[in-house]
């Protein structure tokens, strides 16, 4: 396998929920580190990743069970530092000569109290007072530490819920420091990245360079086509491609009609006017609005939407001459293998809604340079790469765009007074300094008319849906807790300002049951 040219660590994953906050508390402090599930950590591949240290991760398996996942033993023969979290400290403990036992009195779910017995160089900055707040999650525990080991923490379940074998750097404990609720957690890593002779050499201005050096090694003198939405990722895929290869870059912004206000002016403008950027609008609203028309059920849209998507970006990029590589903006989260119970390692790995299935079609390799970022690593390489924060800290846009705002059938006069809606909206949250407190928020235009009365008329005007929520990761969210007077105050507006709309509701259906987008 080819690594990169940064210090490594490896996290041998045994299938906890949270070992890609382990990733991330050692990427913040620019440690370079993969997750590998345990199923493939081989003594091959140790000896290939090199790695400068180990983390073991918790997991759900019991090591009291025969036949339960453990790390390679080589592992402990290789002089570097190694720490096990929770199943992997119980893990060491039994590969290394201690014993691990189950039962009554062995588990500990939530917050404890961890208090320390002696002086240790990975607790340094812990125990300011008398004890320490840890997060717990665990059915086993050590009942027997491994030669060599000592004890510098207890809690009420866990008598050894700190050790390590200083003279090896080993260091085991029972709970999770990656959580929020270890409050002192990151501190741990830290201490555990210096004793092992890290050098912090994972910044983002290094991460330029090499991934520079690597697109230019990978494309040679060929020609790349990326879809530029617009959002983070292929906006930061497509700068960075572009200061490796220049013009060797080509962009396509597919435009179907469903964009928001002055959308395709600003990310068109910034790419080629601004960065210089080589970037195909392709004005296609006539295709997708003359498809869709007449279309109301959902799932129909999105289908029609993503067809016409491929070709015809699949259209120009037949004209661009010597296109052998499609850029993607895919994340580390979508490649990291997750851990199989049932076999061997089930890989996810999220294909780019819009353009999966391309490359095979079209004969072309993948240029991924987001790989090995996590989305907030996504958004400090764009800022180093000089792109505005208005860009970098945009909400989510969906790739079927407005489409799905406009439950029913789609129409331009729809689409025109969506769009006025939705800008006053962004604006009212961006004046009021909400707007990066906010996962995603948008207008939706509903199918629906109702009666209201304006000076001394009667109108007879669409209803809207103001929505903003708050999430993580899109995947569960809850709805923005606007107060009353900001709603007040941005319906008025709304209904002041954009003719076709007469009534204003704010949706405050969490994710699940709802989902964040309408449709
Ligand atoms: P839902 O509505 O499923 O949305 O709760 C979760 C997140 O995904 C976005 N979304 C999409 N993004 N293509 C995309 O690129 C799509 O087809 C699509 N559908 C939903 C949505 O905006 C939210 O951020």
Same mark, same amino acid.
């Given at each position: 396998m080819e690594h990169n040219t940064h210090e490594r660590l490896l996290i041998i994953d045994? @299938?906890?929920?949270?070992?890609q906050l382990i990733a991330r508390r050692l990427r913040e402090l620019n440690v370079y580190c993969e997750i590998h599930p345990y199923q493939n950590v081989t003594d091959a591949f140790l000896a290939d990743f090199a790695p400068k240290a180990v983390i073991l991760s918790g997991g759900p398996d019991s090591v009291t069970r025969e036949g339960s996942p453990r790390a390679p033993d080589s592992l402990f023969g290789m002089g570097i530092p190694v720490l096990g979290i929770c199943y992997g400290q119980q893990t060491m403990m039994t590969q290394l000569g201690g014993k691990v036992v189950s039962g009554e009195g062995t588990a500990e779910f939530g917050r404890a109290f961890v208090t320390p017995q002696g002086k240790l160089?990975?607790?340094? @900055?812990?125990?300011a007072t008398d004890k320490e707040q840890v997060w717990m999650s665990h059915g086993d525990h050590v009942s027997e530490i491994a030669p060599g080991f000592v004890v510098y923490g207890t809690s009420p379940n866990a008598p050894y819920a700190i050790t390590a074998d200083v003279a090896r750097n080993f260091y085991a404990v029972q709970f999770h420091p990656e959580v929020h609720h270890t409050p002192n957690g990151a501190k741990l890593y830290e201490n555990f990245v210096r004793l092992a002779g890290f050098s912090g050499d994972w910044t983002m201005g290094a991460y330029r360079e090499q991934a520079i050096a690597a697109i230019r090694e990978q494309v040679g003198d060929s020609h790349v086509i990326c879809a530029l939405s617009g959002g983070v990722d292929s906006s930061v895929a497509a700068a960075l491609i572009h200061e490796a290869v220049g013009d060797q870059l080509t962009c396509v912004f597919v435009d179907h009609g469903l964009l928001r206000l002055n959308e395709a002016e600003e990310v068109v403008g910034m790419f080629r006017d601004h960065m210089n950027l080589h970037v195909?609008?392709?004005?296609?609203q006539d295709l997708f609005l003359g498809e869709l028309e007449g279309q109301s059920d959902p799932e129909t849209k999105r289908k029609i939407i993503g067809k016409l998507f491929i070709d015809v970006f699949q259209k120009y990029a037949n004209g661009?001459?010597?296109?052998?590589f499609l850029a993607q903006g895919t994340l580390y989260p979508d490649v990291i293998e997750s851990v199989s119970f049932s076999g061997g390692p089930s890989v996810t790995i999220k294909s780019h809604h819009n353009v999966g299935g391309l490359p095979e079609k079209m004969g072309l390799k993948l240029v991924e340079?987001?790989?090995?970022?996590?989305k907030d690593e996504v958004r400090a390489l764009g800022r180093e790469l000089g792109l505005p924060a208005s860009f970098i800290g945009r909400h989510p846009f969906p790739g079927p765009g407005l489409a799905i705002r406009c439950p029913g059938e789609i129409t331009r006069a729809k689409l025109d007074i969506l769009r006025k809606a939705d800008a006053v909206y962004i604006d009212q949250i961006r004046k009021h300094g909400l707007y990066d407190d906010i996962w995603q928020a948008f207008v939706a235009i509903l199918p629906v008319r109702t009666v209201g009365v304006m000076g001394d008329g009667r109108t007879y005007d669409y209803a809207c849906a103001l929505r903003a929520v708050t999430s993580v990761d899109g995947m569960t969210a809850d709805y923005y807790p606007f107060s009353h007077e900001f709603l007040g105050e941005t319906a008025t507006r709304i209904i002041n300002e954009v003719p076709g709309i007469n009534r204003v509701t704010y949706d405050i259906t969490s994710k699940p049951p709802g989902t964040i987008e309408w449709e």
């Open positions: 045994f @299938g906890s929920q949270v070992t160089q990975l607790l340094d @900055g812990w125990f195909i609008h392709a004005e296609e661009i001459d010597g296109a052998k340079p987001l790989r090995e970022l996590f």
